[in-house]
Nanobody, 122 residues
């Protein structure tokens, strides 16, 4: 089985930063593209960022461009989301996802974590 465990969420003031981590179990982490998604209160889950298998390409939602950075360390089976200049509207449950093969900005991922809460106060 492939399992994903997120960590690093918490409460932060507007303008602050958080770094989310997602550790992926299994022996084929490098064969999976990775993504971050979020679900804000009263909204559907939405795309945040994605990174290709080798980490050479990254994609971001317009709402987080120039503020968030996705990265991966294949040796550690871990993907990260560095979040800077956080805003109250970034408040959501953030989910890590894995997709075998190429990356995607849609919800068509194969595996999902349980999510970690990020709360940004004003």
């Amino acid at each position: 089985q492939v399992q994903l465990v997120e960590s690093g969420g918490g409460l932060v003031q507007a303008g602050g930063s958080l770094r989310l981590s997602c550790v992926v179990s299994g022996r084929t982490f490098s064969g999976h593209a990775m993504g971050w998604f979020r679900r804000a209160p009263g909204k559907e889950r939405e795309f945040v960022a994605a990174i290709s298998r080798g980490g050479n390409s990254a994609y971001y939602a317009d709402s987080v461009k120039d503020r968030f950075t996705i990265s991966r360390d294949n040796a550690k089976n871990t993907v990260y989301l560095q979040m800077n200049s956080l805003r109250p509207e970034d408040t959501a449950v953030y989910y890590c996802a894995a997709r075998y093969g190429g990356s995607s900005t849609s919800l068509n991922y194969d595996y999902w974590g349980q999510g970690t809460q990020v709360t940004v106060s004003s």
